[in-house]
Every structure is written in structure tokens, then in C-alpha cells.
């Protein structure tokens, strides 16, 4: 009997956690498929009276009459993907290389080397934005794709090689020792031995830089200007133009915009407890 | 391990899948979509080739070079910025089907994003664009950087004749001018017709003590609960409100000196009328956190009998139901001025101009182009979204064409004539975004009673003679 | 010997694209912003950057506002961080009693964190309308406020919005780190002590939490330097308003650099910045890390 009575208590607590995360969701939602008479209404309609999927075709399949930010918001959406995806191929090639290293092979300065890729989270966007724009200017990369691949691997390729360090300090050293004894070279051991075993290490450390670099606003924002380098946050940001803000649009864009990383981190959610775990044991 | 694995490969083999079909992607339906800048630049077309990640992402497609004295110019506008870019992309092919030697290309800014859009390209030599829209409260800060061409001796005898001479304080800096206007707006006052004969008045307010008169009675009878909305929050926006008020009380951001007047008796009486007009509940109090937008939400709802807007807001509100409920309810007047401010109205000047980037490398054919976009026929063509800045289209016949060419010209055309030569530009220095920074701060301070009016423009002021050294 | 240099050159050349990398996206950058944080500088090329030593820093040292600025920020940082911290620990203790739906739980609390900033602060901003927002809307139809209220025209209330949607996207990043650690913990040690009679209370108090220290040291450290650096919501939110009330380091920084074209100045105040994150870490860890209890 009292268990039961705790049972029912505890479930009594969940309830305004559960409503914490998912009424603001579920307003984004509503909002997005209200028309503009019902969102303006007062008293406000929970349940829209006249759903509509107009902000989404609008979006997906742009007519004459639709805005130039809905009409560009899948272009946008494909330079995210683009630039999310790239930035996490590179930073985990990269990173597990220097990553193996740094936990394998006994390099000098390694707590040195560490701390300073740790410092480099200290440092804000807002002070590595102006050099990098003037370099992006004078290579050419000015309002493309690549310049914004190479400002997030700021702070993707620190943040991959500190996970992944820690990844590969959990790996027992004895697994390897039996492939280096077969005189396998370091390259074909990383391959071969470590990086298989460290597949929900790889996962999660993918799954967090896809996040950030979807997320990423700032520069994004100041770096492109022109369609084909737009990312969806710069896009989500536009449909509130000088003088009208279409507020529909701007939701459907937050959902679709917010669609990607969910569903991503709900199929790997079990990587991302184990990515926070093994970012904690490190400290 | 197995599942994991074969989803990593999905993403892996999707990520270079849509790597490689991103340049595809990149000329999409915007016709006038540009690759990359840097093919923009120079006659000869080498693509400077990215460092390492470039192999996720191939070059732009290199566009086939004839013969060597085309060159491309690049603008930046933004969205909105009168008429819609669909019709800003068929004046750029119009443009380069006459023009065979030019290639313009454009793109597309949110307004916010607009004034850093232009700082940033111009650290480089050549700067990313050649031709930008500009605010008219930019115009000193670009040129004393030396951002904008000096096209003074550009200008034509016909073009200062024929456009309105007010439009020409837009671009004109000191004795120089430094573009074409572009996009003449300011603000009118609407009013909500139903809601002032409910409340038994037949005529809109002349002065702001009548609008407070008639507000006091609306609110009596229960008709709106705020009559009047602004957008008075910390963006220019409430800049664009105060200076409609501050200049129908008789008052002036600057004296003759260029030394600030805000703080005199006259500013702070304006901003004491702003502050008590909230607490009457004449305000709607929500007016501190909005922008001109939500102005429209409000008005458009019928929550509110009358609000100052841009011209933009007529059309919305009064002639389409998706947007508003009060269509056929709405007309414009002319904005009030306060009965002893001496004036019979006063508004904000809100324009804007098209220049050419002082270091671009093709100014002449930068500067057609912003002669064909702003000449007398290419507006008169395009003037279903914009009003056209030549006082000659106004006139005769043309202007009887253009008042007659929709329900909500039949109106604006009228209401443009009548309002225009009240409207005020924002002073030309070139500190201003931080000068307009401080006076929101002053203008907030007071209205959320952080400090008195007096106090808050002091501080103001202050900030402004700093800036002045 | 000449197998431990060979060693370290391959560890060298393993570690050299990465370097290459940092250096070029980070260091160079960091070192040309920190050289023109001693000039007067604009992002024009056709005015020469004058040199004017520490005059920047001791502008901003003696400037009112900066200081205020930065009060703000700490305001921001230790509500939001201090609120995410007890209700993630909250959560995550709820989640580790098991109640009905807890696997479902731990998953939703998944989106929030994803959901994209920007998308996040378009949200709530729509949601603290005064005229047409969720919240009003909600409170009014449950009674708790009689007539709408204008939310985000008082500093503090707006201040403490701000925090709210901050708060929401980050809680579930902490609750998460949390729950893993609590689900690590050896739970020997608490059965023994409930036999010694000790409450639940007490068990939490003073036998759970202490062995969370290197978890709680984790999200603490990494939230702080975040939340000390908040730009996205507070553009989209409030764009610093009213009254400056929301207006953060960074958003300082964003204003003075590309808004006011201060380059020198916002150079300056990002390397500030970027000392402040410095020193709290280091007082984080000096306080909170305890070498020997490396492993959760």
C-alpha cells in the first residue's frame, strides 16, 4: 500500500517536468499550422479551429505569392546539412588521429597540449570573428559554405579531440599491444583496433558536433549573405523582415529547423548519456 | 555494435552525398543567385582554393569568361525593401539583357542584418559588393569612413529637378551626395474608422491633446482597452516614434550647432507626454517591447483605435482579411503635432538610398546601375509596392496612373503628398548608431521609470557630446 | 631512445593536421584580435589603426556601463547556471526512483537541448507577447493574472525571462549528465546507512552528492563559460532592451564591434571576456576537483 502510494507520488512529480518540456514544444507546433487570424486571436485557441498546413507547403513546395525566405528555406536547410555534416566528417578524421596520439603514443607536452585545447573553449566567437572574416574575404570563401565548415572547426575539432581522448583512455592498452606485437603500424591500429571498439565514442562525439554546428548562429549570421550559403538558424532569423515578420513561417521553420537534431538524438540517445559521461569522467 | 555501425555509415555516405550535390543546389530558383565572390572580382577567374576541408565540397561551377572587360557587379539589398524580389530580379535581367558588358547580381539581406552586412565587406579591397541599399541614418557613418562613392557630379540637372528635393536629404551628406534615394517611407497615422464613430467622433485627431481626448473616451465606453499602440522598443524603431513626437511639440534632436536640443523643455515635455500616456493606459504598456510589427498585430485585431506605422501596414490591414480583422475600417491622416508645438504636423523620415562602394572596382557601371534602378521609368514601372521618388510621377497624368492603380494607392499617393513635406530625417553624424543606442537607453530609462525624463536625455546628451569629440 | 623519438615524431605527425587546423582557426585569430585590442581600430581599410596602447582596456575598466554590463552577466550566469543545476539535479534524482514512464522521460528530455537556439528564442518570444502570448493566455484562463501582462517591458522581469528559455534549453543537458552519474554510483554504501537509520535526506545530502562533485564539477564548468558568453536568445528575445536590462558582455562586444564599428574596443572586450570565463573555471576546479576521485 505505500509503496503504491510512493509509486503514485513520484509519478505526481514527473508531471510538471513533463509539462515543462513539452507545452512550449507543443505551442511551437500549434503556432505553425494556425492561421495568422487564429494566432492574433484573444482568448487564445489551444486547439486551432481551421488547421493549416499552408506555412509548410509554403516552405516545401514555394508558389509565386510566397515570401523569398520560405521560398529559400530548403536551399538553407541543404547548406546546414551540408556544412553540419562536413564539419563532423573532418573533425572526427582529424580529431581521432590526434586524439590516438595524445592518448596512445607517448607524446610530450600531453597535459600541456590538453589544457590548451580545453582553453580554447574560454575563447569567445565574438573575438576570432573579424580576422576570420578578413581571411575568408582574401581567400575567396567569403558567402560560401566552406568558410563556415572552417570557423565551426574552431571549436569542433578541440571539442572531438577531447572527447575522444577520453574514449580512448577507457580502451585497455592490452587490446592494441596484441596488434602492435603483429607489428601493425599506428595508423592500421587506430583503424583496425581502436576506433572499431570505440564506435558509440565516435557516435556520440558525431552526434554532439552535428548538434553545435547546426545550431551555430553567430557566425553564420555575419558570415554569409548570399541563398546559397544561408544556414536554417540565419533563415529563421530573416523571416522577420524590416517591416513584416511572418510569424507562421517562422514557426514552421523553427519545427523543421528543430527536426533534424531531434530525431537524431532521439535515435542515438543512449550515445549522447554515454558522449556526457566520458566527457565528465575527464573533469 | 552492428546497428550503430550502419547507421554511422547512412550518415557518413549521406554527408558526402549532399556534399557533392550542393553545388547543384547552389543556382537554384533564384535566377540571380551568385556562386562564389571571388569570381566576382577579377578578370582573371583563379578560385583560390580552400586549405584542407575542401575536398568535402567541390568549386563553385567557374562561369564561362567571354571576353575580358565584362564585369560583374554585386548588390546588396534586402528583402522587403519595396518591391518584392521577384521584381527586384526582373529589374537586374532587364538591366543586363540592355546591359551586355555587366553582369548584376543580387542578394538579399534581412534588414537587422543589413548595416554589419555592409561594414564587414568593406574590410576587404575589393569590397564583397560593389552596390548596397542604405539606411538613411548610415549615410554619415559610411562616408566619413569613406565607404561611399562621391557621386555628386553624377547627378544630373534632370534627376535633381525631377525627384522630390526632400528625398535628396536621404543621400546627401554635408555638401556631398553620396547615392540615390530610394524607397521614400514615413510614418503616417492610421485610424480605425468603426471605432471612432462608436465612440461618437466623426473626424481623426489634429493635435496628440485631441487624440488623448477622444482616447479618454474610447476607453470609457469599453471599446479598446489601449487606444493608441507604438513601437517603442530598444531598436530604432522607438527612435522613428519620438522623433514624429518630439518634432510636432516644435523640438529638434540637434540645435543649429549640431550640439544636442532633445534634453531642452520641449524634449522633455515630449518624452513626460510619452510616460504619461502609459500610465493613463492611453498607451498599450506593451508598446515598450514592440517593434512596428507588432503594432500591426495589435491594430490589425482591433485592439487598438490608432497607431503610427509605415506606409506598408494600409494594404495589410485594411484590404486583407487573412491578415487583419479590421479591413475597411482603416484610414490614414495626417500625423498629429501637439497644439502648441507650433507646427501642423511632423513625422519621421524613414527612406533609404542605393550607393556605390567607394572602392569598387567597376564604379561606372555600379553607378548605371543605380541610375537605371532609380530612373523615372523603371519606378513608374515598378511603383505597384513602392511609391516612386520623382515628384514628376506624382504629377499629371502619371500621377493620376499611379493614384489610380489599386484601392490602397488611391490613398497612399494622396497621403504621400500630404505627409511628405512634414517628414524629418534623423541628424547626419557619423556616430549615430551609438548616439540612436544612447537615446533608446534614455527613452527606456524613462518609460520602464528607471530615471526621470530629465534625467534620462541628460545622460543622453552627455553620451552625445562625448561622441562628438 | 630512438624508438621513443620515433614514437614521438609519429605522436607529432599524428597531432599535426589537427594543429594546423586549431592554429588556423583559432590561434591566429585570437592573436590578431588581441594585437588590434591595442589600437584604435575600424574595419575600414581606408583608415589607418592608431596605436593607443592599453587605452581600450582602461576605458572600458573605468566605463560605468561596462561594469554594470558585467553585473548583468554574472546576474544572468549564476541564476540560470544555479537553477539548471538544482532542477537537473532534481530531475535526475526523479528519474533515477524510477517512476511510471521514466525511460520515456529521459528520452524527451532530449529535445529540448536539441531544439536550435535560435528556434528556441523565436519561441518564447512569441510565447511572452503581451497581446497574443501563450502566457498570458494561460495564466488569464487559469486565473492567476487578471489582465494580460506586458512581459518584457521591466529589465528584471525581461532579465529573468531571458534566464526562463535558457533555462529550458539547458536543464535537460545537466539532468542528463547527472542521471548517468547517478547511475553509476555504488549504492553499498547508502543501504548501509539507511540500516543505520539515516532519512532519505540525509542519504542525498550526504552520501549522493558528494560523489556527484565531479559530475556537478563537469556541467557547472561547462555551463558557466556558456552562459557567461549568451548571445543567440538575448538578439532574438529582447535584442538587449528594455533599457539595456538584457544586455550581456557578449552582446557589449556584438554592439561595439559591428554596430558601433569600435573594433579595437570589442577586441578588448572579448579578451576581458574571455579572462573572466578563465577565472571562474579555474575557481570551479580549484574548489571543486579532487584528483583522486577521477571516475565517477
Request: aromatic share 12%.
Given at each position: 500500500?505505500?509503496?503504491?502510494?510512493?509509486?503514485?507520488?513520484?509519478?505526481?512529480?514527473?508531471?510538471?517536468?513533463?509539462?515543462?518540456?513539452?507545452?512550449?514544444?507543443?505551442?511551437?507546433?500549434?503556432?505553425?499550422?494556425?492561421?495568422?487570424?487564429?494566432?492574433?486571436?484573444?482568448?487564445?485557441?489551444?486547439?486551432?479551429?481551421?488547421?493549416?498546413?499552408?506555412?509548410?507547403?509554403?516552405?516545401?513546395?514555394?508558389?509565386?505569392?510566397?515570401?523569398?525566405?520560405?521560398?529559400?528555406?530548403?536551399?538553407?536547410?541543404?547548406?546546414?546539412?551540408?556544412?553540419?555534416?562536413?564539419?563532423?566528417?573532418?573533425?572526427?578524421?582529424?580529431?581521432?588521429?590526434?586524439?590516438?596520439?595524445?592518448?596512445?603514443?607517448?607524446?610530450?607536452?600531453?597535459?600541456?597540449?590538453?589544457?590548451?585545447?580545453?582553453?580554447?573553449?574560454?575563447?569567445?566567437?565574438?573575438?576570432?570573428?573579424?580576422?576570420?572574416?578578413?581571411?575568408?574575404?582574401?581567400?575567396?570563401?567569403?558567402?560560401?559554405?566552406?568558410?563556415?565548415?572552417?570557423?565551426?572547426?574552431?571549436?569542433?575539432?578541440?571539442?572531438?579531440?577531447?572527447?575522444?581522448?577520453?574514449?580512448?583512455?577507457?580502451?585497455?592498452?592490452?587490446?592494441?599491444?596484441?596488434?602492435?606485437?603483429?607489428?601493425?603500424?599506428?595508423?592500421?591500429?587506430?583503424?583496425?583496433?581502436?576506433?572499431?571498439?570505440?564506435?558509440?565514442?565516435?557516435?556520440?562525439?558525431?552526434?554532439?558536433?552535428?548538434?553545435?554546428?547546426?545550431?551555430?548562429?553567430?557566425?553564420?549570421?555575419?558570415?554569409?549573405?548570399?541563398?546559397?550559403?544561408?544556414?536554417?538558424?540565419?533563415?529563421?532569423?530573416?523571416?522577420?523582415?524590416?517591416?513584416?515578420?511572418?510569424?507562421g513561417g517562422m514557426m514552421a521553420g523553427g519545427v523543421i529547423a528543430a527536426i533534424p537534431p531531434v530525431l537524431l538524438s532521439l535515435l542515438f540517445s543512449r550515445y549522447i548519456v554515454s558522449g556526457l559521461t566520458a566527457?565528465?569522467?575527464?573533469? | 555494435?552492428?546497428?550503430?555501425?550502419?547507421?554511422?555509415?547512412?550518415?557518413?555516405?549521406?554527408?558526402?552525398?549532399?556534399?557533392?550535390?550542393?553545388?547543384?543546389?547552389?543556382?537554384?530558383?533564384?535566377?540571380?543567385?551568385?556562386?562564389?565572390?571571388?569570381?566576382?572580382?577579377?578578370?582573371?577567374?583563379?578560385?583560390?582554393?580552400?586549405?584542407?576541408?575542401?575536398?568535402?565540397?567541390?568549386?563553385?561551377?567557374?562561369?564561362?569568361?567571354?571576353?575580358?572587360?565584362?564585369?560583374?557587379?554585386?548588390?546588396?539589398?534586402?528583402?522587403?525593401?519595396?518591391?518584392?524580389?521577384?521584381?527586384?530580379?526582373?529589374?537586374?535581367?532587364?538591366?543586363?539583357?540592355?546591359?551586355?558588358?555587366?553582369?548584376?547580381?543580387?542578394?538579399?539581406?534581412?534588414?537587422?542584418?543589413?548595416?554589419?552586412?555592409?561594414?564587414?565587406?568593406?574590410?576587404?579591397?575589393?569590397?564583397?559588393?560593389?552596390?548596397?541599399?542604405?539606411?538613411?541614418?548610415?549615410?554619415?557613418?559610411?562616408?566619413?569612413?569613406?565607404?561611399?562613392?562621391?557621386?555628386?557630379?553624377?547627378?544630373?540637372?534632370?534627376?535633381?529637378?525631377?525627384?522630390?528635393?526632400?528625398?535628396?536629404?536621404?543621400?546627401?551628406?554635408?555638401?556631398?551626395?553620396?547615392?540615390?534615394?530610394?524607397?521614400?517611407?514615413?510614418?503616417?497615422?492610421?485610424?480605425?474608422?468603426?471605432?471612432?464613430?462608436?465612440?461618437?467622433?466623426?473626424?481623426?485627431?489634429?493635435?496628440?491633446?485631441?487624440?488623448?481626448?477622444?482616447?479618454?473616451?474610447?476607453?470609457?465606453?469599453?471599446?479598446?482597452?489601449?487606444?493608441?499602440?507604438?513601437?517603442?522598443?530598444?531598436?530604432?524603431?522607438?527612435?522613428?516614434?519620438?522623433?514624429?513626437?518630439?518634432?510636432?511639440?516644435?523640438?529638434?534632436?540637434?540645435?543649429?550647432?549640431?550640439?544636442?536640443?532633445?534634453?531642452?523643455?520641449?524634449?522633455?515635455?515630449?518624452?513626460?507626454?510619452?510616460?504619461?500616456?502609459?500610465?493613463?493606459?492611453?498607451?498599450?504598456?506593451?508598446?515598450?517591447?514592440?517593434?512596428?510589427?507588432?503594432?500591426?498585430?495589435?491594430?490589425?485585431?482591433?485592439?487598438?483605435?490608432?497607431?503610427?506605422?509605415?506606409?506598408?501596414?494600409?494594404?495589410?490591414?485594411?484590404?486583407?482579411?487573412?491578415?487583419?480583422?479590421?479591413?475597411?475600417?482603416?484610414?490614414?491622416?495626417?500625423?498629429?503635432?501637439?497644439?502648441?508645438?507650433?507646427?501642423?504636423?511632423?513625422?519621421?523620415?524613414?527612406?533609404?538610398?542605393?550607393?556605390?562602394?567607394?572602392?569598387?572596382?567597376?564604379?561606372?557601371?555600379?553607378?548605371?546601375?543605380?541610375?537605371?534602378?532609380?530612373?523615372?521609368?523603371?519606378?513608374?514601372?515598378?511603383?505597384?509596392?513602392?511609391?516612386?521618388?520623382?515628384?514628376?510621377?506624382?504629377?499629371?497624368?502619371?500621377?493620376?496612373?499611379?493614384?489610380?492603380?489599386?484601392?490602397?494607392?488611391?490613398?497612399?499617393?494622396?497621403?504621400?503628398?500630404?505627409?511628405?513635406?512634414?517628414?524629418?530625417?534623423?541628424?547626419?553624424?557619423?556616430?549615430?548608431?551609438?548616439?540612436?543606442?544612447?537615446?533608446?537607453?534614455?527613452?527606456?530609462?524613462?518609460?520602464?521609470?528607471?530615471?526621470?525624463?530629465?534625467?534620462?536625455?541628460?545622460?543622453?546628451?552627455?553620451?552625445?557630446?562625448?561622441?562628438?569629440? | 631512445?630512438?624508438?621513443?623519438?620515433?614514437?614521438?615524431?609519429?605522436?607529432?605527425?599524428?597531432?599535426?593536421?589537427?594543429?594546423?587546423?586549431?592554429?588556423?582557426?583559432?590561434?591566429?585569430?585570437?592573436?590578431?584580435?588581441?594585437?588590434?585590442?591595442?589600437?584604435?581600430?575600424?574595419?575600414?581599410?581606408?583608415?589607418?589603426?592608431?596605436?593607443?596602447?592599453?587605452?581600450?582596456?582602461?576605458?572600458?575598466?573605468?566605463?560605468?556601463?561596462?561594469?554594470?554590463?558585467?553585473?548583468?552577466?554574472?546576474?544572468?550566469?549564476?541564476?540560470?547556471?544555479?537553477?539548471?543545476?538544482?532542477?537537473?539535479?532534481?530531475?535526475?534524482?526523479?528519474?533515477?526512483?524510477?517512476?511510471?514512464?521514466?525511460?520515456?522521460?529521459?528520452?524527451?528530455?532530449?529535445?529540448?537541448?536539441?531544439?536550435?537556439?535560435?528556434?528556441?528564442?523565436?519561441?518564447?518570444?512569441?510565447?511572452?507577447?503581451?497581446?497574443?502570448?501563450?502566457?498570458?493566455?494561460?495564466?488569464?484562463?487559469?486565473?492567476?493574472?487578471?489582465?494580460?501582462?506586458?512581459?518584457?517591458?521591466?529589465?528584471?522581469?525581461?532579465?529573468?525571462?531571458?534566464?526562463?528559455?535558457?533555462?529550458?534549453?539547458?536543464?535537460?543537458?545537466?539532468?542528463?549528465?547527472?542521471?548517468?552519474?547517478?547511475?553509476?554510483?555504488?549504492?553499498?554504501?547508502?543501504?548501509?546507512?539507511?540500516?543505520?537509520?539515516?532519512?532519505?535526506?540525509?542519504?542525498?545530502?550526504?552520501?549522493?552528492?558528494?560523489?556527484?562533485?565531479?559530475?556537478?564539477?563537469?556541467?557547472?564548468?561547462?555551463?558557466?563559460?556558456?552562459?557567461?558568453?549568451?548571445?543567440?536568445?538575448?538578439?532574438?528575445?529582447?535584442?538587449?532592451?528594455?533599457?539595456?536590462?538584457?544586455?550581456t558582455i557578449s552582446f557589449l562586444t556584438y554592439l561595439e564591434t559591428f554596430s558601433f564599428g569600435h573594433v579595437g574596443r570589442g577586441a578588448a572586450l572579448s579578451f576581458l571576456i574571455s579572462l573572466f570565463t578563465l577565472?571562474?573555471?579555474?575557481?570551479?576546479?580549484?574548489?571543486?576537483?579532487?584528483?583522486?576521485?577521477?571516475?565517477?
Amino acid at each position: 500500500m505505500r509503496h503504491r502510494r510512493n509509486k503514485l507520488l513520484l509519478f505526481a512529480l514527473t508531471i510538471p517536468v513533463w509539462l515543462f518540456i513539452y507545452l512550449p514544444v507543443a505551442w511551437l507546433i500549434i503556432s505553425s499550422i494556425s492561421t495568422r487570424a487564429e494566432l492574433l486571436s484573444t482568448p487564445i485557441h489551444w486547439i486551432p479551429q481551421n488547421p493549416t498546413l499552408k506555412n509548410y507547403i509554403d516552405i516545401l513546395t514555394p508558389g509565386t505569392a510566397t515570401s523569398e525566405v520560405a521560398k529559400t528555406f530548403t536551399i538553407t536547410v541543404r547548406n546546414s546539412l551540408l556544412v553540419a555534416s562536413s564539419v563532423t566528417v573532418i573533425s572526427l578524421l582529424v580529431g581521432s588521429l590526434a586524439a590516438y596520439a595524445l592518448s596512445r603514443i607517448r607524446v610530450r607536452f600531453r597535459s600541456g597540449v590538453l589544457i590548451g585545447i580545453m582553453g580554447t573553449r574560454m575563447i569567445p566567437e565574438v573575438s576570432l570573428v573579424i580576422p576570420l572574416y578578413i581571411i575568408a574575404v582574401k581567400v575567396g570563401l567569403y558567402n560560401t559554405p566552406s568558410v563556415l565548415i572552417l570557423t565551426y572547426l574552431s571549436f569542433a575539432l578541440p571539442f572531438a579531440i577531447w572527447l575522444l581522448v577520453s574514449f580512448f583512455d577507457t580502451i585497455p592498452i592490452e587490446l592494441e599491444d596484441a596488434a602492435r606485437i603483429d607489428g601493425a603500424s599506428h595508423l592500421r591500429t587506430l583503424f583496425a583496433v581502436i576506433l572499431p571498439i570505440s564506435l558509440p565514442g565516435l557516435v556520440s562525439t558525431a552526434l554532439f558536433i552535428f548538434l553545435t554546428a547546426w545550431d551555430e548562429f553567430f557566425f553564420a549570421l555575419l558570415f554569409t549573405s548570399t541563398v546559397a550559403a544561408k544556414t536554417v538558424p540565419v533563415a529563421i532569423a530573416e523571416f522577420a523582415g524590416r517591416y513584416v515578420v511572418d510569424v507562421g513561417g517562422m514557426m514552421a521553420g523553427g519545427v523543421i529547423a528543430a527536426i533534424p537534431p531531434v530525431l537524431l538524438s532521439l535515435l542515438f540517445s543512449r550515445y549522447i548519456v554515454s558522449g556526457l559521461t566520458a566527457g565528465a569522467v575527464k573533469g | 555494435m552492428k546497428v550503430p555501425f550502419r547507421w554511422i555509415s547512412i550518415l557518413v555516405i549521406l554527408s558526402f552525398v549532399l556534399a557533392a550535390c550542393a553545388p547543384a543546389a547552389t543556382p537554384a530558383p533564384v535566377k540571380t543567385e551568385a556562386p562564389a565572390p571571388a569570381e566576382t572580382q577579377a578578370p582573371a577567374p583563379v578560385k583560390t582554393e580552400a586549405p584542407a576541408p575542401a575536398k568535402t565540397e567541390a568549386p563553385a561551377p567557374v562561369e564561362t569568361q567571354p571576353p575580358a572587360e565584362k564585369v560583374t557587379i554585386r548588390v546588396l539589398s534586402m528583402e522587403q525593401a519595396g518591391p518584392t524580389t521577384e521584381e527586384m530580379n526582373s529589374i537586374v535581367d532587364e538591366f543586363n539583357k540592355e546591359h551586355p558588358n555587366v553582369t548584376v547580381l543580387i542578394d538579399y539581406v534581412s534588414y537587422d542584418a543589413l548595416h554589419d552586412k555592409i561594414t564587414t565587406a568593406m574590410a576587404s579591397t575589393p569590397p564583397a559588393y560593389d552596390v548596397f541599399l542604405v539606411d538613411d541614418i548610415w549615410y554619415a557613418e559610411f562616408a566619413d569612413k569613406g565607404y561611399l562613392l562621391d557621386a555628386t557630379s553624377r547627378i544630373t540637372q534632370e534627376m535633381r529637378k525631377g525627384i522630390f528635393e526632400a528625398a535628396w536629404e536621404i543621400p546627401t551628406v554635408g555638401e556631398k551626395v553620396y547615392g540615390m534615394p530610394w524607397l521614400l517611407d514615413q510614418k503616417y497615422f492610421f485610424y480605425n474608422t468603426k471605432i471612432l464613430a462608436d465612440a461618437g467622433f466623426s473626424a481623426p485627431p489634429k493635435t496628440w491633446e485631441e487624440l488623448i481626448e477622444q482616447s479618454k473616451v474610447i476607453k470609457e465606453k469599453g471599446l479598446v482597452e489601449f487606444p493608441i499602440v507604438w513601437s517603442w522598443g530598444q531598436y530604432e524603431a522607438a527612435i522613428c516614434d519620438w522623433v514624429t513626437l518630439l518634432y510636432g511639440n516644435g523640438g529638434t534632436i540637434v540645435d543649429e550647432a549640431g550640439k544636442p536640443a532633445f534634453n531642452n523643455e520641449i524634449g522633455v515635455k515630449t518624452l513626460e507626454w510619452m510616460v504619461q500616456s502609459i500610465d493613463d493606459g492611453i498607451t498599450n504598456p506593451a508598446s515598450i517591447s514592440y517593434v512596428e510589427e507588432d503594432v500591426r498585430n495589435v491594430f490589425s485585431q482591433g485592439k487598438a483605435a490608432f497607431a503610427s506605422n509605415w506606409n506598408y501596414m494600409f494594404d495589410l490591414v485594411n484590404f486583407q482579411p487573412d491578415q487583419s480583422q479590421v479591413t475597411g475600417q482603416v484610414n490614414m491622416a495626417l500625423m498629429p503635432a501637439f497644439a502648441g508645438g507650433g507646427v501642423e504636423s511632423a513625422t519621421i523620415d524613414g527612406s533609404m538610398g542605393f550607393s556605390v562602394a567607394a572602392t569598387s572596382a567597376h564604379p561606372d557601371q555600379a553607378w548605371a546601375y543605380v541610375e537605371y534602378l532609380t530612373s523615372q521609368a523603371v519606378q513608374e514601372k515598378y511603383s505597384e509596392h513602392m511609391l516612386p521618388i520623382w515628384e514628376v510621377s506624382f504629377e499629371g497624368a502619371s500621377g493620376e496612373k499611379l493614384a489610380n492603380m489599386s484601392d490602397v494607392t488611391k490613398v497612399t499617393v494622396p497621403m504621400f503628398k500630404e505627409q511628405f513635406p512634414f517628414s524629418h530625417v534623423r541628424p547626419k553624424v557619423p556616430f549615430y548608431p551609438e548616439a540612436s543606442k544612447a537615446l533608446q537607453l534614455a527613452l527606456q530609462e524613462a518609460l520602464t521609470k528607471l530615471k526621470t525624463p530629465q534625467q534620462a536625455l541628460d545622460d543622453a546628451a552627455a553620451k552625445w557630446l562625448q561622441l562628438m569629440k | 631512445m630512438s624508438l621513443s623519438r620515433r614514437e614521438n615524431l609519429i605522436g607529432l605527425l599524428f597531432i599535426l593536421p589537427a594543429m594546423i587546423v586549431i592554429l588556423g582557426v583559432t590561434l591566429q585569430p585570437v592573436v590578431s584580435t588581441f594585437y588590434l585590442s591595442f589600437f584604435d581600430a575600424s574595419l575600414s581599410k581606408l583608415t589607418e589603426n592608431v596605436f593607443i596602447g592599453f587605452e581600450n582596456y582602461l576605458n572600458l575598466l573605468g566605463d560605468k556601463v561596462f561594469w554594470v554590463t558585467i553585473q548583468r552577466t554574472i546576474y544572468f550566469t549564476l541564476v540560470s547556471v544555479g537553477l539548471e543545476l538544482l532542477l537537473g539535479l532534481g530531475i535526475a534524482q526523479l528519474i533515477h526512483s524510477r517512476p511510471f514512464g521514466w525511460r520515456f522521460l529521459r528520452i524527451s528530455l532530449i529535445i529540448p537541448w536539441a531544439v536550435p537556439t535560435i528556434v528556441n528564442g523565436t519561441m518564447w518570444r512569441w510565447i511572452y507577447n503581451a497581446d497574443y502570448g501563450a502566457l498570458n493566455g494561460l495564466l488569464y484562463q487559469l486565473g492567476l493574472i487578471d489582465h494580460y501582462v506586458a512581459w518584457l517591458t521591466q529589465p528584471r522581469t525581461a532579465m529573468n525571462l531571458v534566464i526562463l528559455a535558457d533555462v529550458w534549453h539547458s536543464v535537460p543537458f545537466i539532468a542528463l549528465i547527472l542521471q548517468a552519474a547517478l547511475a553509476t554510483l555504488p549504492v553499498e554504501l547508502e543501504e548501509a546507512a539507511a540500516v543505520d537509520g539515516a532519512n532519505a535526506w540525509q542519504r542525498f545530502a550526504l552520501i549522493r552528492l558528494p560523489m556527484l562533485r565531479s559530475a556537478v564539477l563537469v556541467a557547472l564548468v561547462i555551463r558557466t563559460v556558456e552562459a557567461f558568453r549568451v548571445f543567440d536568445i538575448i538578439y532574438v528575445i529582447t535584442n538587449g532592451g528594455p533599457a539595456f536590462g538584457t544586455t550581456t558582455i557578449s552582446f557589449l562586444t556584438y554592439l561595439e564591434t559591428f554596430s558601433f564599428g569600435h573594433v579595437g574596443r570589442g577586441a578588448a572586450l572579448s579578451f576581458l571576456i574571455s579572462l573572466f570565463t578563465l577565472v571562474m573555471a579555474i575557481i570551479y576546479i580549484r574548489f571543486l576537483y579532487r584528483p583522486e576521485e577521477r571516475a565517477l
